[in-house]
């Protein structure tokens, strides 16, 4: 069974920055194109960025700049650093597979005050 476990979310002021992890059990993250994706408050979930299994970052056009995506094969994990926060990226962050998505975890919490 493949689970996905995010972490690293919290609570930060309007330009800080925050390092998010996605790791997983059950599949071997690199052989895989992964996303992040986030849902605020009474929004639908938007994807925020993605690597591919060739180590090629595609970034959302709102997140572009501010936030680099990042993969340990040893630790098979995804990293999303996001800098320069800003109180719109505010939401439940979540990672899946791009293409052959599992069930969603839990996410992690993303709080930026202005």
């Known amino acids: 069974q493949v689970q996905l476990v995010e972490s690293g979310g919290g609570l930060v002021q309007a330009g800080g920055s925050l390092r998010l992890s996605c790791a997983a059990s059950?599949?071997?993250?690199?052989?895989?194109?992964m996303g992040w994706y986030r849902q605020a408050p009474g929004k639908q979930r938007e994807w925020v960025a993605k690597i591919t299994s060739a180590g090629t970052a595609l970034y959302a056009d709102s997140v572009k700049g501010r936030f680099t995506l990042s993969r340990d094969n040893a630790k098979n994990t995804v990293y999303l650093q996001m800098n320069s926060l800003k109180p719109e990226d505010t939401a439940v962050y979540y990672c899946?597979?791009?293409?052959?998505?599992?069930?969603w975890g839990q996410g992690t919490q993303v709080t930026v005050s202005p």
């Open positions: 059950g599949r071997i993250l690199s052989m895989y194109a």
């Open positions: 899946n597979f791009y293409s052959a998505r599992v069930d």
